[in-house]
Structure formats: C-alpha cells, structure tokens
C-alpha cells in the first residue's frame, strides 16, 4: 500500500493504484485519476458510469463487471469501451475509486 496525494487528498492506494479505502475518495481526486489513465475530461457519460460503479460497490461490496456494467448502468458496453478504452470495468472502478471488480485481470 502507499499512500500519495492526489488533488490535495490523501489516499491509500494498491499496487495497481486501486484505492484501499474508498471513502478517500473524491469527484477531484477522480479527474486526476482518470488524467493518469489517459481521458483527459470526464463527461457525463463517464460520470454516470463512475457514479454507478460507486453505488454498486456500497450496496454489494464489489465493482460490477463489464457485463453488468453494460446491461445495468445505461451505458451500453460498445460506449464503456469507447469512454474507458483500457478496460471498462478496471479504469472505471480506478477512477471511481473502489476496489478492483472480481473478475478483472
């Protein structure tokens, strides 16, 4: 775990840069995040994706998966994919600072 300071918050992350503790996060920290994997501006299409993934981890305690993500989320997955090119499910639950999805690789 290491801790480091993200928009002006510290936050403890693993060492795939997910957050150990999501209640560190922040909207802020999340743009800053998602300029380190490579999207620039968070639409919002990102932000309902982001805000999904969030309200899917508090109520089941994980990350939803790609799939889910697609059927559920009102993004379809051909858009995750264009919104969140390295890997849906994975830079999502980065950004939106939870846990890695079971699941991912």
Known sequence: MTTTTIAGQAVDRNDE????HPEQWTEDVAVEIAKEEGIDELTPEHWQV???MRKEYVEKGTGPTVRVLGKTS???VK???????????K???KIAGIPKPRGCI
């Open 50 to 52: 982001i805000h999904f």
């Open 79 to 89: 858009e995750l994919y264009q919104l969140f090119p390295k890997g849906p499910a």
């Open 17 to 20: 840069g997910f957050f150990e």
């Open 91 to 93: 830079v999502a639950a």
């Open 74 to 76: 009102g993004v379809s």
